[in-house]
Nanobody, 132 residues
Framework: VRLVESGGGSVRSGGSLRLSCVGS????????MGWFRQVPGKEREGVAS???????RYKYSVKGRFTVSQGNAKNTLYLQMNSLTPDDTAMYYC???????????????????????????WGKGTLVTVSS
């Protein structure tokens, strides 16, 4: 399984970026896919996720600014980021994990937790830098 992110860059506060993640080498019937971010010295945190039942979840601080979506082939994940602030500066990672059960049976924020992707796959990340 391979996940490749793109679309990171440097923008001014208030600007927008669209991240893309293309996955190959897998077909999951039940899964979580998500965007995560990490800054040096801090734990990786979930930003947005989507599961195979179409449930979408966001980190509270990005609600109303970020939008996660999938391509028609379901192996592509996007993150539209608007109204960016310096606090959004981080390395952004895409991740996917197969599930042994229907995603709808899992807890509400299951797919937003990085630890639940330990049996899955991660991309190498794309850097987002927001200046004030």
């Amino acid at each position: 399984v391979r996940l490749v992110e793109s679309g990171g860059g440097s923008v001014r506060s208030g600007g927008s970026l669209r991240l893309s993640c293309v996955g190959s080498g897998y077909t999951y019937s039940s899964y979580c896919m998500g965007w995560f971010r990490q800054v040096p010295g801090k734990e990786r945190e979930g930003v947005a996720s989507i599961d195979s039942d179409g449930r979408i979840r966001y980190k509270y601080s990005v609600k109303g600014r970020f939008t996660v979506s999938q391509g028609n082939a379901k192996n592509t994940l996007y993150l539209q980021m608007n109204s960016l602030t310096p606090d959004d500066t981080a390395m952004y990672y895409c991740a996917a994990v197969p599930l042994g059960v229907a995603s709808a049976t899992l807890s509400d924020l299951y797919c937003l937790r990085a630890a639940n992707y330990d049996e899955g796959d991660w991309g190498k990340g794309t850097l987002v830098t927001v200046s004030s």
